[in-house]
């Protein structure tokens, strides 16, 4: 990581990222309004942020999808188990559970991940933030430029 080449004061970039923790995308949106003019560190920084916290919640979406989908297909699987019983269903389970169960756990896994990611990579960045080093977030689609 290199060391960043001016002599402004960080602060308002290590507040911003500690308050995406909270308050997530709208910290890094209100704090690039602010300093895009002023201070192009911190409205670097904030949109880094910004780029981070979509990549985040776009793949928080895809793994609550699937794991929605997945929960949805196994109770249908469980209620066609049940009525088998009963002679209302003749088939008894429903193909595919494997594969659901597995979309289950991937889906879990990454939610778990997000999770991780969205808590330890504010923190980390406000750390190296206030040691004036150029910080790059990981897992990040760079959508602003």
Known sequence: MEKITTDDDTSPAVWMAILSIFIGFWSSFLFW???????????????????????MFTLGVI????????RLFLLHS?????????GVHENGYL??????????????????CVWVFYLLVP?????????????NYPLTFHILR
């Open 63 to 70: 793994s609550l999808y699937m794991i929605v989908h997945a």
């Open 123 to 135: 923190i980390i960045a406000a750390i190296n933030i206030h040691k004036k080093k150029e910080f």
């Open 33 to 55: 309004l602010v300093y895009r003019g002023r201070d192009s560190y911190v409205a670097n920084q904030s949109k880094k942020m910004m780029n981070f916290q979509i990549s």
């Open 78 to 86: 469980l209620i066609a188990f049940l009525l088998s019983f009963i």
């Open 95 to 112: 193909h595919g559970e494997a594969f659901m169960y597995a979309l289950l756990a991937i889906g879990l896994a990454i939610q778990a």
